[in-house]
């Protein structure tokens, strides 16, 4: 499995970008997925997934409201849409999938990050 995550850039507070990242390998739908970020000085921290088995979203606390995560499975790929950002959102993104149901942080596969930049 391999993942390629891209979308990233500069945005104003307020504006909006969307993440994608493809995924490269057999049976997406069975895979759980999530973005996680690491922002400057900052440990890295769970933005929101989509468990496979139970069928559920999870976001963190801090982007309730504001980002959505989906995927488009025929298209095997999974999206991070990230609305009125604000500067406490930079961090370069990360996406995340693995076979098991609610992995937390241990997650098999990882891409390899997009920066996301938000100027106040």
């Known amino acids: 499995v391999q993942l390629q995550a891209s979308g990233g850039g500069l945005v104003q507070t307020g504006g909006s970008l969307r993440l994608s990242c493809a995924f490269s390998?057999?049976?997406?739908?069975?895979?759980?997925v999530g973005w996680f970020r690491q922002g400057p000085r900052k440990e890295r921290e769970f933005v929101a997934s989509?468990?496979?088995?139970?069928?559920?979203?999870r976001y963190a606390d801090s982007v309730k409201g504001r980002f959505t995560i989906s995927r488009d499975i025929p298209e095997n790929t999974m999206y991070l849409q990230m609305n009125d950002l604000k500067p406490e959102d930079t961090a370069v993104y990360y996406c995340?999938?693995?076979?098991?149901?609610?992995?937390?942080?241990?997650?098999?596969?990882w891409g390899q990050g997009t920066l996301v930049t938000v100027s106040s």
């Open positions: 995340a999938a693995d076979p098991k149901s609610r992995p937390g942080y241990d997650y098999d596969y």
């Open positions: 390998g057999r049976s997406f739908a069975l895979y759980t």
């Open positions: 989509i468990d496979y088995r139970l069928r559920t979203t």
